[in-house]
């Protein structure tokens, strides 16, 4: 069975200042994929960032990027220039692909604060 | 319009009584996924369904079952609530393996 681990339960960041949230996972997959999901005060669960395993490119959206290392099944989501409306509940995620399993295996979340 | 709409938002309910919550989509996806979400543990998958016809128990399943009544409707039942199951409940859906999945906005249930 997959895992995910943060183990960061809480960060703490000043805005417009860069932080970088932790994310291991264990599998024994080769295919998969993982994600990053936000959940603001509003509770809903957003889609920040997702990979490839495939692919050795970092992916990046706008202020978000991960640092994706396959070897030590790591995968970290860097925010750049943070904002108030980055505070929120931060989840990894991870789905194998291939088979008939295409859950999604979620961390137990990192608490951001971005404070002015 | 929501794409994902989960009912009701909030609800709040005696031990032993029966409880349904249910979601709808538009998104047109055949996967569907009932999560609970609890302080500390992040979301765990109850059940999910990958067509009208597919239901999977998922890790903790104990004392919930699921309807999957239409390709956009999937529903939760707690046959006879106790408060542990008191937690945030998400409906998702996806299209197609290793794409995001897509949350409704969460019903917010407390079983006293």
């Known amino acids: 069975a997959q895992t995910v681990t943060q183990s960061q339960p809480e960060m703490s960041v000043q805005e417009a200042e860069t932080v970088t949230l932790s994310c291991t996972y264990d599998t024994s997959e080769n295919n998969y994929y993982l994600f990053w999901y936000k959940q603001p005060p509003s509770r809903q669960m957003i889609l920040v960032i997702r990979q490839e395993a495939y692919k050795q490119q970092n992916a990046t959206e706008n202020r978000f990027s991960v640092n994706f290392q396959k070897a030590a099944k790591s995968f970290s989501l860097k925010i750049s220039d943070s904002q108030l409306g980055d505070t929120a509940m931060y989840f990894c995620?991870?789905?194998?692909?291939?088979?008939?399993?295409?859950?999604?295996?979620f961390g137990k979340g990192t608490l951001l604060t971005v404070n002015p | 319009d929501a794409d994902v709409t989960q009912t009701p938002r909030n609800r709040i309910t005696k031990t032993g009584k029966r409880i349904m919550l249910e979601c709808s989509q538009t998104k047109g996806h055949d996967r569907m996924y009932w999560y609970r979400q609890d302080p500390g543990l992040g979301l765990r998958l109850i059940y999910y369904?990958?067509?009208?016809?597919?239901?999977n128990k998922g890790e903790i399943s104990d004392g919930y079952s699921v309807s999957r009544q239409a390709q956009a409707k999937f529903s939760l039942s707690l046959e006879s609530a106790i408060p542990n199951q008191t937690a945030l409940y998400f409906c998702?859906?996806?299209?197609?393996?290793?794409?995001?999945?897509?949350f409704g906005p969460g019903t917010r249930l407390t079983v006293t």
């Open positions: 995620a991870f789905t194998r692909y291939g088979g008939s399993n295409y859950k999604l295996t």
């Open positions: 998702a859906t996806s299209d197609s393996p290793g794409y995001e999945q897509y």
């Open positions: 369904s990958f067509d009208v016809k597919d239901i």
